[in-house]
């Protein structure tokens, strides 16, 4: 019963749930669902271990929550990017992956994008994650189509595959160069990335 | 000294040594590197667990050695056909893709490539597994190279961007449209990577 009361606790605080979230964010991107414990994310959120299951039924729940934690204030940064319309939609999408570039180089190369890595991580062993990340994919997608549906109004560019299907290649290429700067550890395939989607592609 | 003596064992075995690095491909390919143990592989290999360090040093060495034993039947394959040079370039690598796509669709869309999965699971954890990867990237990328670079000696495609640049970005892209492929579980970015690659770049 002890053990009961502990788990069901009083009344979830939202604070203990940022708390979890945050120090989930920061493990699963440094370190991986698998090699992360329930233990390890209450003890780095320094929060009772009870207090995991007040807020999340589970690990897979938990990582599922944490997608969406890692993806929220991405989406806001490029809400604010893209819907600057002083820019020209090219120039909003370059900027974009020129940020990108910088914050990559700032990490180290090291950790790259959680969405991508949890896809090649978890998606075969959980569907409520994988769900979950192949959302926020079309979402991410949805920001780089609105430059490229624009950029083809305002005549800046000619190629005639359909802005949704550039939007999603340009997407799903950006996190192949981010597996590939892993693997280097160095800016280069970031660098030809920007360089052949911006001269071969978006043209 | 028993424990020391079934260590060091007689003499190395190169079947057992098979028997482990196939049972770690496997392993590797479908679970990933953390949360595959040395007993979980000597399991799999039915081999006694002290002669797993009859062989490797270390896990980490035995990782280093898996990327080898996954490569090597893959760049044989890609020699064969990357050398039919009955085909025209562009189409051997298109017919390349091809089979990579029926494959992924045979594996259910999921494992990927162990490279990238290896690339975004390891590589800020061991220089000596990154240093191998970067390695079999690059040999990857040569066979797709001299396909590019021989499609534009032929006049084939006109994209000005030099073939090394080409290879490794269309390399990149791949990998990047396995790990949307893990995502949605479909051959949707597959066969989107084959249409932009072939209707806006290499042309």
Chains 1, 2 share one sequence.
């Not at 700032?106 to 890595?117: D, F, P, S, V």
Request: aromatic share 8%; proline share 4%.
């Amino acid at each position: 019963m002890q053990h009961a009361t502990a788990r069901r606790g009083p009344k979830p605080n939202p604070d203990t749930r940022r708390k979890l979230l945050d120090a989930g964010v920061r493990m699963l991107h440094t370190g991986g669902y698998a090699s992360t414990s329930v233990q390890d994310i209450v003890g780095a959120a320094a929060v009772p271990k009870g207090s995991f299951y007040n807020h999340f039924e589970s690990k897979e729940a938990f990582g599922a929550a944490v997608v969406d934690a890692y993806f929220e204030p991405r989406e806001e940064n490029m809400r604010a990017l893209f819907g600057d319309t002083g820019m020209a939609p090219l120039d909003r999408l370059s900027a974009y992956f020129d940020r990108r570039i910088v914050a990559c180089k700032k990490a180290g190369y090291a950790q790259g994008c959680l969405l991508g890595n949890l896809s090649l991580e978890v998606t075969d062993r959980s569907v409520a994650m994988r769900e979950r990340i192949a959302g926020k994919f079309e979402a991410w997608a949805a920001f780089i189509e609105e430059c490229i549906r624009e950029a083809k109004e305002e005549g800046a560019m000619q190629n005639p595959l359909p802005a949704p299907q550039l939007a999603q290649f340009v997407l799903n290429s950006w996190e192949g160069a981010l597996v590939r700067m892993r693997a280097e550890k160095s800016a280069t395939a970031l660098q030809l990335f920007k360089q052949v989607v911006f001269q071969s592609i978006l043209r």
